[in-house]
């Protein structure tokens, strides 16, 4: 993994010269983050874009006398130039955080914790991307993107933490659709590409489109029992960090779980959630070089078990952290298991629909925890444990205390990992370890 | 301050290229918020890069870098070089540089009044002294104030001979107060969490004016906790600017971008019920329905020159009189659909390749007063700030929700509702436009935060609007 190596040097030597330069009284804490990614994106199974990236930030926070700044700049590979950035932005804190209030909440680095996590990878050659990836897919209506490439992060402070996480990996996230506009999703995701794999998805998929060519069912707004496959409920995990479970959300009127705070509203005695860093697939690290506990039970039984808390909150809030980053996101979510075996789903949904995909959630009342989105992709109306034709696209505005509550009829027995496809700024890390649930009703409203 | 990018192109361009060029950005961001009337944070970054960009045999590659040393470019070429020959035989489209990247020469930069910027005690004091100013009431459980400063340099050499140098000095700024009581939590922003989005300069964090602001937001926060529930009705529905920039945003914006006509999106950011024969016939909404393509609009967050591809930015009309007549589609989509299009192919930053982009996109002013627009309805309700947002992947069922809401009886403004929102579908809702405000009710905001494209882009975008009416819409509250 020498692209790892040169990124890891990268991190080193930027935090030498942050920590190197600290004056007296002044502490540190710094994260990295960096990749070297090729993207190919392509459209009916041709190339729309394809280029490589090679990039790395380094953010800091520094502090000084009862006060705090944050700071950052790209690391450029050139040793030099990352010399001069590092020495630039540290002085350039300073002179601002002399400028600023007092921070009451500082809550300066203390974890002197290492750690270091590689996992090495087998990605196709460059040259051969188009050829390997929309090879087997020639004469299909193929869309998406192939992402490949090592991804890094780091973190430091001058209490003597360091950690540093690399994985080689790669995600082909993609689609196949029909003449008609619905298409079967899917998504080929890990550290060692096999392109025998890649063909038996996608022909797995072909087999899928039948089903989607016949005529939809139109259904009308209403109540309607629900089978939904693990992909769809993903789209709801990103409602436990958004106005979520973080601490300061709920003390501070953002969360729509105040009223499980409070005992005013609760989920089913079947819903269970955890942060659960043993699925491996980001690091436990948070900016400040903290480790997280390898599982933090969040929800229990239905009933709330502990709040996501940052450094910060735990000063401000006088209760313990559980080294979240500052943001309080869930990491590394996953939910309990049911007794339902998903070979049986069909079967016990009986007459209702089966959501494969949800698409553009929002809160439509933060307060009722209340989300509405739309169906995407395919899904389908069931009779009698049979798929009948798909449906038109539907619209559901429901109450995540209905959803994983009142109207969570079972979970699924199996499991399954979906990875974090986004790619804002940098590929994500992370993703979900989930179950299918059966509900008894989902609400469509438009 | 402009490099010499045309001589590093000049010694780092490829032999075998039919055409190279080089974008280089450089953004440098400075912001700070308060919570509760205390420093919460501030931070201040830089960033700059390349994009190194061929074209083979009509296939572009790429490769970004931030290494701008001699030998680090000339390997992005060649690895540019790699990849645009391997997809060659999959190319989607044989694109010519003549076409598809103007040799244009400019250089300009974003207007604003006070170009000394703001030292960061006078902006951090300003934060902390609004949100405290807004916990009028034991009532208020939560003030915040958030205000950044950004500045983006982007500069573009070719070997066709481009040569482009643009600034852009935007402002954002955020207001809220979260009220509680009992179990009733609302919260009140000053024209939404995100909508306060300017090209500007220091002018623009104005103490006086956002004073009054924060003020606004907390005593309406407070009113909030005792208003009634938005009752379910068809009924006419009036929008605020501050809800339109994002119905336009979402059910115009998007579904009128050539590359999701072109089903580049499709299995992302979605795709669109406007088909390419659409174009130049659909009747999208009613007569008074005119969106414009507008990147020459003083101080709207993404006026520019020229995009990242170098083409000269100019008004156009994307809907005139109610007909769909031009796409958001850059000079690639233009290329490979025949259709009429924008300069609108723009990145978030140097490591990501242009794609189809918003930029201003405006509904043009009408000719009706608010008070009128008030006057002429029978039942309905006014809806201001948006605080929810959901539409389908073909955009054509949507749902907003808004954080304050007035009800309109008999022609008069009668009473306060919390939690409104209402649905649709894109094209109906656009031909039950009825009513089009004045120059007096157009106001400009924008989005910071517009996500799109594979790899994942988040860019800045402006629309402008006037007051609104919407006939026979389904409105509904809290509870429905």
Redesign the interface.
């Known amino acids: 993994m020498s692209n790892n190596n040169d990124l890891e040097r990268r991190f080193d030597d930027a935090r030498d010269v942050l920590m190197g330069e600290l004056a007296s009284g002044e502490e540190l804490s710094m994260e990295f983050s960096g990749e070297l ?21 380094v ?1 800091f926070r520094l502090y000084k006398e009862g006060k ?11 040793a030099g ?1 990352d010399s001069a ?1 590092a020495a ?2 540290l002085s ?2 300073r002179e ?2 002399a ?6 909440y500082r809550s300066a680095p203390t974890s002197t914790s290492t750690s270091s996590e590689v996992f090495a990878g087998r990605l196709p050659a ?6 390997e990836v ?1 090879g087997p897919a020639a004469g299909t209506d193929f ?3 192939h ?1 490949q490439g090592p991804i890094v992060r780091g973190a430091a402070n001058s209490a003597g933490a360091r950690h540093w996480f690399a994985t080689e990996s790669f995600i082909t ?3 196949v ?1 029909l003449p008609n ?1 619905k ?1 079967v ?1 899917s998504c080929y995701a890990g550290r060692e590409w096999d392109g025998a794999e890649h063909a038996r998805r996608l022909a797995a998929a072909k087999a899928r489109l039948e089903p989607l060519s016949r005529p939809e069912v139109k259904l009308k707004p209403g109540d309607y029992r629900a089978y939904i496959t693990p992909d769809a409920l993903y789209e709801t995990i990103a409602f436990f960090s958004w106005n979520g479970l973080g601490e300061r959300d709920i003390r ?3 969360s729509a779980y ?2 499980l705070r409070e005992g ?1 509203k609760g989920f089913s005695p079947l819903f269970n959630l955890t942060q659960d860093f043993s699925l491996g697939i980001e690091p436990r690290f948070n900016e400040a070089g903290d480790v997280a506990p390898e599982k933090l039970a969040l929800i229990e039984g239905g009933k709330l078990a502990s709040t996501i808390v940052s450094n910060r909150s735990a000063k401000q809030y006088g209760v313990p952290t559980n080294a979240a980053p500052e943001s309080e996101d869930l990491r590394s979510p996953a939910f309990g298991a049911g007794k339902l075996a998903e070979k049986d789903a069909l079967k016990a949904l009986g007459t209702g629909v089966y959501i494969s995909n949800f ?10 925890a ?1 989300v ?3 169906t ?1 992709f395919s899904c389908f109306w069931v009779e009698n444990g049979e798929l009948v034709a798909p449906i038109s ?3 559901f ?1 429901e109450s995540l205390y209905d959803l994983y509550g009142s109207k969570l009829e079972d979970l699924t027995v199996e499991r399954s990992l979906i990875p974090e496809t ?4 940098l ?1 994500s890390l992370g993703g979900a370890l989930l179950p299918g649930i059966l509900a008894k009703g989902l609400r469509f ?2 | 301050m402009p490099m010499d990018l045309p001589r590093l192109l000049a010694a780092t361009a490829p032999q075998g290229a039919g055409w190279a060029g080089l974008r280089r950005v450089r953004s440098t961001d ?1 912001s ?1 918020s308060a ?1 509760d009337g ?2 919460d ?9 390349y994009l190194a960009e061929v074209l083979v045999d009509g ?11 001699i030998a ?1 470019l000339k390997a ?1 070429f060649g ?2 070089m ?6 060659g ?4 489209h044989r694109f010519d540089a003549r076409q598809a990247r103007p040799a244009s020469k400019a250089r300009w930069e974003s207007s604003r009044e006070k170009k000394s910027g703001l ?3 006078d902006f ?2 300003l934060a ?1 002294s609004l949100s405290s100013a807004m916990r009028i009431s034991d009532k208020i ?2 003030t915040s104030v958030d205000f950044e400063i950004h500045e983006v340099e982007t500069e573009i050499a070719s070997t066709n001979g481009a040569e482009l140098f643009q600034v852009l000095h935007v402002a954002f700024q955020s207001l809220q107060a ?3 009581d009992g ?3 609302q ?1 009140r922003t000053a024209n939404g969490s995100s909508a306060r989005i300017r090209q500007a300069g220091a002018e623009f964090f104005d103490a006086g004016a956002l004073a009054l602001d924060a003020q606004r937001a907390a005593e309406e926060a407070i009113e909030l906790l005792t208003a009634q529930d938005c009752p379910s009705m068809t009924g006419d529905l009036v929008l605020a600017p501050d809800q339109m920039y994002l119905q336009i945003h979402e059910s115009v914006g998007h579904p009128c971008e050539l590359d999701r006509i ?3 999106e ?3 950011a ?2 669109t019920f406007v088909k390419p024969d659409d174009i130049g016939k659909l009747q999208y909404g009613s007569k008074l329905m005119n969106i414009t393509f507008d990147p020459t609009v003083q101080g709207e967050a993404a006026s520019y020159a020229f995009d990242d591809i170098g083409a000269t930015a100019k008004k156009e009309y994307i809907i005139k009189d109610g007909i769909l007549v031009r796409a958001l589609g850059s000079l690639e989509s233009q290329a490979r659909s025949g259709k009429p299009g924008v300069s609108d192919q723009r990145a978030d ?1 140097w ?3 242009p ?1 189809d982009r918003m930029a201003n996109l405006n509904l043009e002013a009408g000719k009706d007063s608010f008070e009128d627009m008030v006057a002429g309805i029978e039942k309905g309700v006014y809806m201001e700030t948006n605080r ?7 955009r ?2 949507f ?1 907003f ?1 808004c954080e304050y809401a007035k009800l309109i009886e008999n022609g008069r403004i009668t009473r306060t509702l919390k ?1 409104p ?1 209402y ?3 894109s094209s109906s809702f656009w031909k039950s436009l009825c009513k089009v405000g004045d120059g007096s009710t157009w106001r400009i905001f924008g989005a910071p935060n517009c ?1 799109k494209g ?5 860019i800045f975008v402006g629309h402008a609007s006037p007051v609104c009416t919407f006939r026979g819409v ?1 409105i509904f509250g ?2 429905a």
């Open positions: 990614s090729t993207f190919m994106r392509f459209n009916g199974c041709k190339v729309r874009q394809i280029g490589e990236v090679d990039v790395a930030y953010e705090s700044i944050a700071a950052g700049f790209n690391a450029t590979g050139d130039e950035r630039r932005a350039r804190a601002e955080c400028l600023l209030p007092d921070d009451p460059q040259e051969r991307l188009p050829q929309l869309t998406g993107i992402s996230d993609w689609s659709w506009g298409a999703k501070e009127g953002e105040i009223a005013r698409h553009y959630l929002n809160w439509s009342d933060v307060e009722t209340r509405t989105g739309m995407r696209n539907m619209r505005d986004g790619s804002y700024v590929r409203t438009l | 400075r700070c919570r205390k420093y944070s501030a931070r201040v970054t830089e960033d700059e890069g296939q572009f590659g790429y490769a970004a870098s931030a290494n701008a040393d680090s992005a690895r540019a790699t990849l645009a020959r391997a997809a035989p999959f190319a989607i030292a960061m005690d951090a004091g902390c459980i939560q979260i009220a509680r179990n009733v939590v919260k072109l089903g580049d499709r299995n992302f979605g795709s930053n490591s990501r390749a794609i929810s947002w959901s539409i389908d992947d073909y054509n069922k749902q929700g939690n929102n649905r649709g579908v996500g594979e790899p994942n882009q988040v389904e809290g509870e």
